[in-house]
């Protein structure tokens, strides 16, 4: 039987706060969205109120997260009842067997190395070429520059790019990062124009979705809707 759901990856660091303004804005495109943590971080548990549970998850202000699920198979978890999931798999090499059912595997990471070389060892655990988007945020004005994140990263060599996105350092940006983990309702209105087109155009490109009603739900989305 096929799902009934459309599927996004995440994998690597930095990348909670993407996955919480793709779950704001899905919701108010008037999807049923799902959140699952299957990284061992669990870095999603620090960034959302657990006081609202139903049953194995947390009710997030319309937005269903399912916690602890890293050796749980996705397989497991009863999701009949959503048009989207955005599933975090950290560096969690053992989380990827739902890979194939993916619109696309975000790959994310800053420069450090200590977070970019455990990334590339997850990906190596690849067995089909994914479609991925590749995102580095916080980048400097160095050597470390983007070709030299992509040849310890390896992405292409285990996943199809189909995307790449830069994201200099900026404050501003850092500041709305911080809100999505300390805010139970965050803003997220200062995140820079680069990053808004990215959202944009990643839920156009990937469902299908008219500009102007994505536009739409993500100005109000960021202004905590």
């Known amino acids: 039987m096929p799902h009934t759901y459309k599927a996004l990856g995440f994998a690597g660091f930095c990348k909670t706060d993407i996955i919480l303004y793709f779950s704001r804005i899905f919701h108010l495109l008037g ?17 959302i109120p657990t006081g609202i549970f139903t ?10 997260v399912f916690l602890h699920s890293c050796n749980s198979p996705i397989s497991n978890l009863k999701l009949d009842d959503y048009t989207v999931l955005l599933i975090d798999f950290g560096v969690n090499d053992k989380a990827l067997d739902c890979i194939d059912d993916l619109k696309a595997l975000f790959i994310v990471t800053d420069c450090k190395r200590h977070h970019t070389v455990p990334l590339s060892s997850c990906i190596s655990h690849i067995t089909s ?5 590749r995102i580095i945020r916080d980048l400097v004005n160095s050597k470390i520059n983007p070709r030299y994140i992509d040849s310890l990263l390896q992405s292409s060599q285990y996943t199809n790019v189909i995307a790449k996105y830069e994201f200099g350092l900026n404050e501003n940006e850092h500041e709305c990062r911080l809100k999505s983990q300390y805010d139970d309702i965050f803003k997220f209105t200062r995140i820079p124009e680069d990053l808004k087109n990215m959202l944009i155009d990643c839920i156009m490109g990937l469902f299908g979705t008219e500009k102007k009603a994505v536009q739409k739900a993500l100005k109000k989305a960021q202004r905590g809707g």
Do not use: C, M, W
């Open 129 to 133: 070429r994914p479609d991925s988007i």
């Open 55 to 64: 049953q194995d998850r947390v009710d997030y202000r319309g937005v269903d």
């Open 31 to 47: 999807e049923k969205v799902a959140i699952i943590d299957q990284s061992n971080q669990e870095e999603l548990r620090h960034s």
